[in-house]
T-cell receptor
Framework: SQELEQSPQSLIVQEGKNLTINCTSS?????LYWYKQKYGEGLIFLMM?????EEKSHEKITAKLDEKKQQSSLHITASQPSHAGIYLC??????????????FGTGTLLAVQP | KAGVTQTPRYLIKTRGQQVTLSCSPI?????VSWYQQTPGQGLQFLFE???????NKGNFPGRFSGRQFSNSRSEMNVSTLELGDSALYLC??????????????FGPGTRLLVL
């Protein structure tokens, strides 16, 4: 079965610094999603990537899906306290393309120090 | 549009009891998926409903069940609660027409504590 591994597991950065979170899959990714979660709350959708080499940006967050479609990275530029939270990558599990079923990485906990 | 809503937000039950959680998807969305989130296992898929039919099911015991109504609202039920069922239960909705190309939008979750 497909597995997603995120690194690092946790990250503490000073406000204003850049950072990168990685998500590596054991199989080819057919759809890769990035979500953010505040502790104990729901997931906030950030971005979806589907094509190898695809890159999307929203405000100060950029996500890329590598050409081989087995790894994605999330880059935050000039981090702010509002970026703090848990970042999760999710992927379609490859189940025949007929249903919505996401598997998730273990998450990366980001703290931003003012 | 209003987002995904879940009720109740918090719930405390005792072992052996049963519980029903509710999810109202975004208007127009016909797919509702349920996930369980725990510190030990992370986020795990429970099941997905589309147009009142279960379209996929995760690896959970039969104590976990769900259904979807004609208005796309969904409920999940857990019978004979165990301590390990304590978790954040999240539902997500999407149009459901083209899986793999749709974004799933999550609700705020229901936090269940089993004592």
């Amino acid at each position: 079965s497909q597995e997603l591994e995120q690194s690092p597991q946790s990250l503490i950065v000073q406000e204003g610094k850049n950072l990168t979170i990685n998500c590596t899959s054991s199989k080819t990714l057919y759809g890769l999603y990035w979500y953010k979660q505040k502790y104990g709350e729901g997931l906030i959708f950030l971005m979806m990537l589907q094509k190898g080499g695809e890159e999307k940006s929203h405000e100060k967050i950029t996500a890329k899906l590598d050409e081989k479609k087995q790894q994605s990275s999330l880059h935050i530029t000039a981090s702010q306290p509002s970026h703090a939270g848990i970042y999760l990558c999710g992927a379609d599990d490859g189940y025949g393309g007929a249903t919505n079923k996401l598997i998730f990485g273990t998450g990366t906990l980001l703290a931003v120090q003012p | 549009k209003a987002g995904v809503t879940q009720t109740p937000r918090y719930l405390i039950k005792t072992r052996g009891q049963q519980v029903t959680l509710s999810c109202s998807p975004i208007s127009g969305h016909r797919s509702v998926s349920w996930y369980q989130q725990t510190p030990g296992q992370g986020l795990q898929f429970l099941f997905e409903y589309f147009s009142e039919t279960q379209r996929n099911k995760g690896n959970f015991p039969g104590r976990f069940s769900g259904r979807q109504f004609s208005n796309s609202r969904s409920e999940m039920n857990v019978s004979t609660l165990e301590l390990g069922d304590s978790a954040l239960y999240l539902c997500a909705s999407s149009p459901g027409l083209i899986p793999y190309q749709e974004t799933q939008y999550f609700g705020p979750g229901t936090r269940l504590l089993v004592l």
